[in-house]
């Protein structure tokens, strides 16, 4: 059951091409990360640590946990944990056009704006989350005007998923995934 979990949860964030980094950029030792997600249902928690081994193997290991009452759990059930965090991720937005800008985030500039395909890039500030430099920017999705996307790109630091995606529609925050804890060796 837990393998189908981690499986479900590494397949909703693939398909969104959130991963800033690959394993190789990872050190020797542990490093490790947590995200606050909030949107539908329940609080969760997705933890993930990607410790670098001799030989240039790693070991991976990933979980998500939830918080709610016993009857927003209970609708949830461990099956239903990965359908959550998919429905969380918004499936009807295009997130694609950010995967160019996340392999070329050093070269983008404060104050500058970003034509993507589907959409606008602009690059708000320089800014921390959990203690990491990052650069702060927002998308705005041309078949959706009504929707404000705030991402983070870590500057320095290896972080696996964006430190910051946060959706909102109509001023209003819809999902959000927020790194809250980076340990590295």
């Given at each position: 059951?837990?393998?189908?979990?981690?499986?479900?949860?590494?397949?909703?964030?693939?398909?969104?091409?959130?991963?800033?980094?690959?394993?190789?950029?990872?050190?020797?030792?542990?490093?490790?990360?947590?995200?606050?997600?909030?949107?539908?249902?329940?609080?969760?928690?997705?933890?993930?640590?990607?410790?670098?081994?001799?030989?240039?193997?790693?070991?991976?290991?990933?979980?998500?946990?939830?918080?709610?009452?016993?009857?927003?759990?209970?609708?949830?059930?461990?099956?239903?944990?990965?359908?959550?965090?998919?429905?969380?991720?918004?499936?009807?937005?295009?997130?694609?056009?950010?995967?160019?800008?996340?392999?070329?985030?050093?070269?983008?500039?404060?104050?500058?704006?970003?034509?993507?395909?589907?959409?606008?890039?602009?690059?708000?500030?320089?800014?921390?989350?959990?203690?990491?430099?990052?650069?702060?920017?927002?998308?705005?999705?041309?078949?959706?005007?009504?929707?404000?996307?705030?991402?983070?790109?870590?500057?320095r630091?290896?972080?696996?998923?964006?430190?910051?995606?946060?959706?909102?529609?109509?001023?209003?925050?819809?999902?959000?995934?927020v790194l809250?804890?980076?340990?590295?060796?």
């Open positions: 059951m837990r393998r189908v979990l981690v499986f479900a949860v590494l397949g909703v964030f693939g398909v969104l091409g959130l991963a800033q980094a690959e394993l190789r950029d990872f050190p020797l030792g542990r490093t490790e990360m947590v995200w606050a997600l909030a949107g539908l249902g329940p609080a969760q928690a997705l933890r993930l640590s990607v410790e670098g081994l001799p030989e240039g193997r790693f070991r991976v290991h990933m979980a998500l946990s939830l918080e709610g009452t016993a009857a927003e759990l209970a609708v949830l059930g461990f099956l239903g944990a990965p359908l959550l965090v998919q429905a969380m991720g918004n499936p009807t937005l295009d997130l694609s056009a950010l995967a160019v800008l996340i392999r070329r985030r050093e070269a983008l500039a404060v104050g500058e704006r970003y034509a993507l395909p589907g959409g606008e890039f602009f690059v708000r500030e320089r800014g921390e989350i959990a203690g990491i430099p990052c650069l702060l920017g927002e998308f705005r999705p041309a078949d959706r005007p009504e929707t404000l996307i705030e991402v983070g790109f870590s500057l630091d290896p972080v696996y998923l964006l430190p910051l995606l946060r959706v909102r529609e109509r001023g209003r925050i819809t999902w959000e995934m809250v804890e980076y340990r590295r060796p």
